[in-house]
C-alpha cells in the first residue's frame, strides 16, 4: 500500500498544473460491500495526522474571563457574549462556515448547544469542551494536525491528507494514517476497499493500483 500511495502521490503532483496558490491534496477511498443505511457502518471521526494539515486551520473559542484572554492571546477569534452573537443568525453562519472548529468552555456548552446547536450541529462543528483549567495551548496543537471523515449518503472516505508543498513521504504517512481508519472499522478491514485515489485541488484524480 505504501508504494501505491507513493506512485499516487508522486503521480498527483505531476500532472497537476501550476497554480497561485498551495493546492491541498487529498486521498479518496471508495468502499464496497458496505451497508451504508446502517449508521454503524459510516465513518465519522476525526484523525490527527501525523505529519500535520500543511495548512493552517481556523479555530474559534467560545469562552469567558481567563480563557478568553488566553485564546485573544493565542491570537484566536473568541466568542464571549453567545447570545449577542446569535442574534445575528445571518453573521453566524458566516462566522461558523469561516473556522474550522470551535473550542468551548465546558460550563458553557448549554448556552452553546440552544443558542449555536442548530448552526454548528448540521456543519459538523459543535465545539470541543474544556475546562477553564485545561491548557488551551495542546488542544490548539491537536486541531491543528486534525482532520474529518464524514460519510453521510455514499460509501466514500475524501479527506484531506496535506499539501503540494509537503514531502512525498509525509503525504503517504499522512495517508496511510486514514487507511488505518479504515482497517480498523470494517471486519474485513481493506478488502472492503474498492479503489483509492489521490488528487490536489485542480488537479485530475490518480487511481492507484490496489
Same mark, same amino acid.
Given at each position: ?5 507513493? *506512485?499516487?502521490?508522486?503521480?498527483? +503532483?505531476?500532472? #497537476?498544473?501550476? =497554480?497561485?496558490? #498551495?493546492? %491541498? ?18 465513518? =465519522?471521526? /476525526?484523525? @490527527? ?5 500543511? +495548512? ?33 443568525? =445571518? /453573521?453566524? *453562519? ?9 473550542? %468551548? ?17 448540521? *456543519? ?8 477553564? #483549567? ?5 488542544? @490548539? ?25 509537503? %514531502? ?26 474498492? %479503489?483509492?485515489?489521490?488528487? #490536489? ?10
Amino acid at each position: 500500500m505504501n508504494k501505491a500511495l507513493a *506512485r499516487g502521490v508522486k503521480e498527483a +503532483k505531476e500532472i #497537476t498544473k501550476p =497554480r497561485n496558490f #498551495t493546492q %491541498s491534496i487529498e486521498l479518496i477511498a471508495n468502499l464496497k460491500e458496505i451497508d451504508i443505511k446502517k449508521p454503524e457502518n459510516k465513518i =465519522r471521526q /476525526e484523525i @490527527i495526522l501525523p505529519q500535520g494539515r500543511g +495548512k493552517p486551520v481556523k479555530i474559534a473559542v467560545i469562552a469567558e474571563r481567563e480563557v478568553a484572554l488566553n485564546a485573544k492571546e493565542l491570537g484566536l477569534d473568541v466568542i464571549e457574549d453567545l447570545k449577542e452573537f446569535a442574534s445575528n443568525k =445571518r /453573521e453566524a *453562519r458566516k462566522f461558523v462556515n469561516n473556522h474550522d472548529f470551535f473550542i %468551548s468552555q465546558m460550563d458553557l456548552m448549554p448556552q452553546v448547544g440552544k443558542l449555536l446547536g442548530p448552526i454548528l450541529a448540521p *456543519r459538523g462543528k459543535m465545539p470541543k469542551p474544556m475546562l477553564p #483549567t485545561a491548557p488551551l495551548e495542546g488542544l @490548539i496543537k491537536n486541531l491543528e494536525k486534525t482532520v474529518k471523515i464524514d460519510m453521510k449518503k455514499a460509501p466514500v472516505v475524501q479527506v484531506l491528507i496535506g499539501t503540494e508543498a509537503m %514531502s512525498d513521504e509525509d503525504l503517504v504517512e499522512n495517508a496511510m494514517a486514514i487507511i488505518n481508519v479504515i482497517e480498523r472499522k470494517y471486519e474485513r478491514g481493506l478488502a472492503h476497499i474498492k %479503489s483509492i485515489y489521490i488528487k #490536489t485541488t485542480m488537479g485530475k484524480p490518480v487511481k492507484l493500483g490496489v
